[in-house]
């Protein structure tokens, strides 16, 4: 019998915003909570007015109240500075600052308001807003962590550097130390300096990208001096991570994150970044680990998780054996969130329906350190915002901060680091998710991994 392809998509906001031209201009992302305010009024008072940046300060301000920031802001910078209005057209050398109960997010360089929505965890706004910005704007993002308590922004910074962006925190100046501490301990952050230093940084970066190509790869003419020094930097990742992104990935996602290890090793153009990559084993490694795009959080698609309670699994358990087990793979699962969300919807499924199936999930990805974080089952508050609280009660156990995935779900789901272009398929599988691999490749590895799945699904079963 033919398999079924579910038709569900999980980007439908993504891909609504990501045709919107980005502003060629770099825009940083400020976010800050207790004691963010004089440590950003610091930052503030060294960083010059005409960077040609622009800047967007993300506070948790108390709802109930008219914000004075805007004004007290504007005594310690030349820039004018604007309490934002929905739909305010982001411009060079000016600083926007979010207004009280909202959430704000960018869009074809505007800003955009909504009513703040606070999860059982607590205030996102951070996150919220430097994702949208990681997303569309990419290697044109700049993160920045200030003081704060809690872990808002972590999520936001993991992002920005996904897509090629800069990520700064606080050091140890920081009043509270909690968000930086913690986007600091995530290994998001590219920087960590005082307040001041920053914004001595932020000028140097500014200039870097100046300097930089940022022009498409694809339109540099094949051939040239940077196009060969583009293929000798993929060939000496090949060689020591056995991966040829080269052949198989979409130049401009490639391209895109070495522009950023240029921007942090200070590098002009591609001829001077070889120079450097060439005797660095290290950096090598830094730039592999850019090209893992690692961005996920639980419950990501609510249209994958309708599909699944509403399709896939009425399908597989009707007349199912109950001595054959459910078979999940999650290929490019990155630190875990999608197998252990796709484990709890099962689970929650036969408990409903009153069936008992054996169930085993499949983890696999290129990155062996993101799928050592997955092993642990730990995460932030941050990453459990979309985890309603009766799943939180159920299925998580509170742990310094942090929260661990029970060990009933952690005994069904296995990690594995696995090449889907050259290791073997898993086999005799029901479902195979894959959400955020192939957008990636080139159409030809696309077409291996496809197959690829196909021998894995069994005669009826679901490819996400």
């Not at 200039?207 to 020094?229: D, F, M, N, R, S």
Request: aromatic residues 10%; glycine residues 6%; contains cysteine.
């Amino acid at each position: 019998m033919q398999k079924k392809k579910s038709n569900s998509s999980q980007h439908s906001k993504t891909e609504k915003v990501d045709i919107s031209p980005a502003p060629r201009f770099p825009i940083v992302g400020f976010g800050a909570s207790a004691g963010g305010l004089e440590a950003f009024s610091a930052l503030l008072s060294q960083l010059k007015p005409n960077l040609g940046m622009a800047y967007v300060l993300i506070m948790h301000l108390s709802p109930n109240h008219k914000s004075a920031l805007p004004e007290i802001l504007q005594a310690k910078t030349k820039m004018p500075v604007h309490s934002v209005k929905d739909g305010m057209k982001l411009q060079t050398n000016h600083l926007y600052v979010i207004p009280p109960n909202t959430f704000m997010s960018v869009v074809d360089g505007h800003l955009r308001l909504a009513p703040r929505s606070m999860t059982s965890l607590g205030n996102f706004a951070i996150d919220y807003f430097m994702t949208t910005l990681a997303e569309i704007y990419q290697n044109k993002s700049i993160g920045v962590i200030l003081s704060g308590t809690a872990s808002d922004g972590t999520l936001g910074l993991k992002a920005i550097k996904s897509y090629g962006g800069i990520t700064f925190a606080q050091d140890m100046s920081a009043k509270f130390s909690g968000m930086p501490r913690n986007a600091i301990e995530s290994g998001f952050v590219d920087y960590v300096f005082p307040p001041e230093k920053i914004a001595k940084e932020l000028e140097r970066i500014v200039k870097t990208y100046a300097a930089l190509p940022l022009e498409k790869i694809e339109e540099v003419q094949v051939g040239t001096a940077e196009q060969e020094a583009l293929k000798k930097i993929l060939q000496l990742v090949k060689v020591r991570w056995a991966t040829d992104f080269d052949l198989h990935y979409k130049r401009a996602s490639i391209y895109r994150r070495v522009v950023r290890r240029m921007a942090l090793n200070k590098c002009n153009n591609l001829r001077d970044y070889l120079k450097v990559i060439s005797k660095n084993e290290k950096e090598i490694d830094a730039l592999y680990d850019d090209f893992l795009i690692n961005v996920t959080n639980f419950f990501r698609d609510a249209d994958f998780f309708r599909t699944l309670n509403d399709r896939a699994l009425p399908s597989l358990t009707k007349g199912r054996a109950h001595n054959d087990p459910i078979r999940v793979w999650v290929a490019g699962c990155s630190t875990g969130e999608e197998v252990f969300s796709v484990a709890i919807c099962i689970l929650e499924y036969l408990e409903r329906k009153k069936l008992s199936f054996a169930v085993q999930i499949f983890g696999s990805d290129l990155d062996g350190q993101a799928l050592a974080k997955a092993r642990t089952g730990i995460y932030s508050l941050s990453s459990l915002a979309d985890v309603n609280t009766k799943r939180l009660n159920t299925y998580f156990k509170k742990i310094d901060g942090s929260y661990q995935v029970s060990r009933q779900l952690r005994e069904i789901c296995i990690f594995s680091q696995h090449n889907l272009l050259s290791d073997p398929p898993f086999s005799r599988i029901d479902i195979v998710s894959c959400q955020n691999v192939l957008i990636y490749m080139e159409p030809k590895p696309q077409r291996r991994i496809l197959q690829s799945f196909h021998f894995a699904l069994k005669p009826i079963g679901f490819l996400f």
